[in-house]
C-alpha cells in the first residue's frame, strides 16, 4: 500500500506550546484528512482537506494541504493537557476506496 | 446522533477458534469499510462496503477473512481459524458516500481488541 509518513514520530511538550507536526508522501492525494486516537478508542477526525494549498482551522487546530498534493501539515497552538493522544494523517487518491494511514505522531502534553 | 458502536470490545480467543466482529454504522451511511490496526501502527485497509455489496476486498490478509453486510447496514467481520498474528485491533469505519462533497469523511468505531493465544 502506499507509505505516509509522520513526523515526529513523538513529541513531549509543555502545556500551553505550539505544536507542528507534518505528513508526506511519494504520490498525490486529493484529499487529506488529520485523525486523534486516544488509547482503546477509535480514530476521531479532526480535519479534512479537499484543495492543494488549502488552509483549514477547527478551534487551535490548523490543518494545510500542501501545494504539491503530497504533504499535510497539523498545528496545534496553546496545547492542553487532553491533546496528548496518537495523530495519524490519513490521505484518499482517486479511484481508490480506502485512505492510507500515516504512521502516527504520538503527543505527550506535560502539564 | 449515535456514532459507529462495535462489538465486542475485546475478544480473547484460541488459536483455531472462529470469530465474529460486529459493526453498526451510523445511520443513513450509505459506505462502511474494515481496517485492522497492529500494535503501534496506523490502520490498515481490509474491506469496503456500498450498502450491501462488497466493491473492494483487496486487503483481506487471507481467506480466513470473511466480510458481509447483508442488509447495508449492519456488518459482520468474520475469521476463521484464527491464528496469533490476526491479534490486533479491527476498526469499522463509515461515511455518507464516496462520491461527493465530504465523500471521504470516515468516522470510525471504538474497535474490537482481538487477542489471540
Known amino acids: 500500500g502506499q507509505q505516509l509518513n509522520q513526523s515526529p514520530q513523538s513529541m513531549f511538550i509543555q502545556e500551553g506550546e505550539d505544536v507542528s507536526m507534518n505528513c508526506t508522501s511519494s504520490s498525490i492525494f486529493n484529499t487529506w484528512l488529520w485523525y486523534k486516537q486516544e488509547p482503546g478508542e477509535g480514530p476521531v477526525l479532526l480535519i479534512a482537506?479537499?484543495?492543494?494549498?488549502e488552509l483549514t482551522s477547527n478551534g487551535r487546530l490548523t490543518a494545510q494541504f500542501g501545494i504539491t498534493r503530497k504533504d499535510s501539515f497539523l498545528n496545534i497552538s496553546a496545547s492542553i493537557p487532553s491533546d496528548v493522544g496518537i495523530y495519524f494523517c490519513?490521505?484518499?487518491?482517486?479511484?481508490?476506496?480506502?485512505?492510507?494511514f500515516g504512521t502516527g505522531t504520538r503527543l505527550t502534553v506535560i502539564p | 446522533g449515535a456514532g459507529v458502536s462495535q462489538s465486542p470490545r475485546y475478544k480473547v480467543a484460541k488459536r483455531g477458534q472462529d470469530v465474529a466482529l460486529r459493526c453498526d454504522p451510523i445511520?443513513?451511511?450509505?459506505?462502511l469499510f474494515w481496517y485492522q490496526q497492529a500494535l503501534g501502527q496506523g490502520p490498515e485497509f481490509l474491506t469496503y462496503f456500498q450498502n450491501e455489496a462488497q466493491l473492494d476486498k483487496s486487503g483481506l490478509p487471507s481467506d480466513r477473512f470473511f466480510a458481509e453486510r447483508p442488509e447495508g447496514s449492519v456488518s459482520t467481520l468474520k475469521i476463521q481459524r484464527t491464528q496469533q498474528e490476526d491479534s490486533a485491533v479491527y476498526l469499522c469505519?463509515?461515511?455518507?458516500?464516496?462520491?461527493?462533497?465530504?465523500?471521504?469523511?470516515?468516522?470510525f468505531g471504538p474497535g474490537t481488541r482481538l487477542t489471540v493465544t
Open positions: 445511520s443513513g451511511h450509505v459506505s
Open positions: 490519513a490521505g484518499h487518491q482517486t479511484g481508490a476506496n480506502n485512505l492510507f
Open positions: 482537506l479537499y484543495k492543494a494549498g
Open positions: 469505519a463509515s461515511s455518507l458516500n464516496t462520491f461527493f462533497g465530504s465523500a471521504h469523511e470516515q468516522y
